[in-house]
């Protein structure tokens, strides 16, 4: 007689639960970069943080099922925490450029392609988007040089969006149309 029978079922229970979630999870992200047109480097970003925010969660699901002692559980997530909390704090850039991804990924209008124009009184950086990564956002600007912005930068400063690639000829078709209108 197995022991463990019921702690066994609810395993196979949240590993198959884990599973349609995370088949759910990669179909969303995948029609929402669709609509969207979101560049492949900044879905599989996206994908690799809601999987590991899955696993985390199911891991804590497993130790409960399993009858890990609460207050020691505590004191490891806690002890755990801590160490990160300390970790990102000596490198919050690497973060908030996390962050600022995912920022970047579900709410920014720029997209790959995009002629724009940085807001900062010091440079002028005017110029097409040619990538936008986990980290950072590659440009190539008019004077034909390529620089790296990180994106929480991205973030902070004021974007003019000059040209969208995608639409170039809807846009100028509507021009022509409001036009001949007026």
């Known amino acids: 007689m197995i022991i463990y029978q019921k702690e066994l079922l609810y395993t196979l229970i949240l590993i198959g639960l884990m599973i349609v979630i995370i088949l759910i999870t990669k179909n969303a992200i995948k029609r929402f970069s669709f609509v969207k047109s979101i560049e492949i ?4 970003v996206i994908s690799n943080l809601s999987y590991l925010f899955i696993y985390i969660l199911t891991g ?12 020691q559980f505590v004191v490891f997530i806690s002890s755990v925490l801590a160490v ?8 919050w850039s690497i973060l908030s450029n996390l962050t600022a991804s995912v920022i970047l990924f579900f709410s920014h209008p720029v997209r790959i392609g995009d002629r724009i124009r940085i807001m900062d009184k010091d440079f002028d950086w005017t110029g097409v988007v040619k990538d936008i990564t986990g980290f950072y956002l590659f ?13 929480s930068l991205v973030i902070q400063k004021g974007i003019e969006i000059l040209d969208k690639q995608v639409n170039k000829k809807a846009i100028h078709a509507s021009d022509t149309i409001l036009y001949d209108e007026n």
């Open 139 to 151: 440009m190539k600007t008019d004077d034909n040089r390529n620089i790296t912005l990180p994106n």
């Open 60 to 71: 804590s699901c497993l130790a409960i099922i399993w009858g890990v002692d609460h207050k």
């Open 84 to 91: 990160l909390g300390v970790g990102f704090f000596a490198q």
């Open 41 to 44: 480097n900044r879905r599989k």
